[in-house]
């Protein structure tokens, strides 16, 4: 049974969705839908609409970044755990292109978390709460976007920026391995605050820990003659 569903196209790129995605955000909304207030889960209704909209932009940056170094792409995928671009061609060998590919995505969080703030800071001026409340929460939930992205973690923008720039002055084997020991660190990192009640991190910790450790392996380990 397929699991995911065509959204639709953008610049003749298919938009998937998850049915893992619609699960994590009715999970993240529950909170609202439960209320018992009307407006309450209309607010809800429109952060989730916010947020789904947020991870496909962030997927986007890094496809319209691609486009300027003739890299295709062939469908983003919106998952559980965020989304993915999948690219119909290699990247670039540059350091510097790759980095702006990689790179794109947290830059268009960055935006949209600052834009969110003026325009919950501007809605808070006329008094009106509900919306500052909804559009805080999505300056927050853009900003947290940004930084989990940012951490030194396959398959994470941040690994694989930090991924690059470590090629460039040793063996990619080294560089793997000093990324994906990093994304462990990350990962048990994560587990720490799901001991704390946050089961998402669980999730999540599993996660970046399989990702990490198959990039490990796939090198040798730490004591790989690659």
């Known amino acids: 049974m397929n699991s995911h569903i ?103 969080n960055l935006v949209l978390w600052l834009g969110f703030d003026q325009v919950a800071l501007a809605v808070a001026g006329l008094g009106k709460s509900m919306a500052m409340w909804t559009f805080g929460n999505l300056a927050a939930s853009n900003y947290w976007l940004l930084l989990f992205n940012l951490l030194p973690a396959f398959p994470l923008d941040g690994g694989r920026t930090l991924e690059a720039w470590l090629s460039a002055v040793m063996s990619i084997a080294w560089a793997i391995r000093i990324v994906a020991v990093l994304g462990l660190v990350v990962a048990f990192g994560c587990v720490g605050l799901a001991l704390q009640g946050n089961l998402w991190m669980l999730l999540l910790a599993f996660v970046l820990y399989q990702q990490n450790w198959a990039a490990l392996q796939s090198v040798g380990g730490l004591t790989g003659g690659r």
């Open 6 to 108: 065509e959204l639709g196209r953008i610049a003749g790129i298919p938009i998937y969705l998850d049915m893992l995605f619609v699960l994590t955000l009715l999970f993240f909304g529950s909170r609202y839908f439960t209320s018992g207030d009307t407006q309450v889960m209309a607010m809800g209704l429109l952060i989730m609409a916010g947020l789904l909209v947020s991870i496909l932009l962030h997927e986007l940056g890094h496809v319209f970044a691609a486009r300027l170094y003739g890299v295709r792409t062939r469908e983003i995928e919106l998952t559980g755990l965020g989304g993915v671009a999948r690219f119909a061609n290699s990247l670039p060998r540059s350091v510097l292109a790759k980095t702006v590919i990689y790179l794109a995505g947290p830059a268009v």
